[in-house]
């Protein structure tokens, strides 16, 4: 019995989830309500209060349901020493691409993440989450453009940070032309080229 009534709780958990999801995407976070996604899973909004604390904490829940792309790259065993460092920050790149083009549920979470969520009142904690996210991938492109170029012998032509800056930037631009261009060029395949672009660019061959 005990084991049912965890399975009942899964199952309703679960399914506040999936009506989140939805709702956010329709909505944005801001504006859906709590009484909104309660219907929409075909439950109360005493059941939301029995699962999570508020929206910020449903939001959350829906987020880490889902392995983002960037954290996706964040959780990546870490290389073996000798690694090239040029290879690795292309595949890294890559496996993002490859990530949100080929993953519809975890591309509907990122993009509610990315672009359908206001940083305002309850939802401000949320921006903490993403910036974290973002100075951590920003470091990863810093890391290995500097092992890379050390390796290479050559000077990059502008100062390191602001050469991971340019970089996490087309990929973020990428990724918002596919995503609000609703997928109008295989984003991998023009991810891989746009990258070997840029790091010819500073010096580095790929």
């Known amino acids: 019995m005990a084991r049912r009534t965890k399975d009942d709780a899964d199952a309703t958990r679960n399914s506040l989830l999936d009506a989140a999801e ?5 909505k944005g976070v801001a504006r859906a309500s709590l009484n909104e996604i309660a219907q929409a899973a075909g439950a109360t909004r005493g059941a939301i209060y029995w699962h999570f604390k ?14 983002l792309p960037l954290e996706a790259a964040f959780g990546a065993d870490e290389p073996p020493a000798g690694t090239d460092p040029l290879q690795r920050l292309r595949s890294m790149v890559a496996r993002l691409f490859t990530v949100i083009e080929n993953d519809a549920h975890a ?10 969520v206001e940083y305002v009142s309850e939802l401000s904690s949320v921006r903490e ?23 290479a012998g050559v000077a990059l032509p502008m100062e390191l940070g602001a050469a991971a800056t340019g970089l ?5 631009g990428l990724l918002q032309a596919w995503i609000l261009g609703g997928a109008p060029f295989p984003l991998a395949d023009m991810g891989r ?6 790091l010819r660019g500073l010096g580095l061959v790929p």
């Open 54 to 67: 508020d929206k910020v904490d449903l939001f959350n829940a829906m987020v880490e349901r889902v392995t």
């Open 193 to 198: 080229q746009v990258v070997d672009v840029y």
């Open 129 to 151: 989450r993403h910036l974290a996210s973002l100075a951590r991938f920003h470091a990863l492109l810093a890391r290995d453009l500097q092992e890379a170029a050390q390796q």
């Open 22 to 26: 939805r709702v956010f995407y329709d």
């Open 107 to 116: 591309r509907r979470v990122f993009e509610i993440a990315m672009y359908r």
């Open 168 to 172: 996490q930037g087309l990929f973020d």
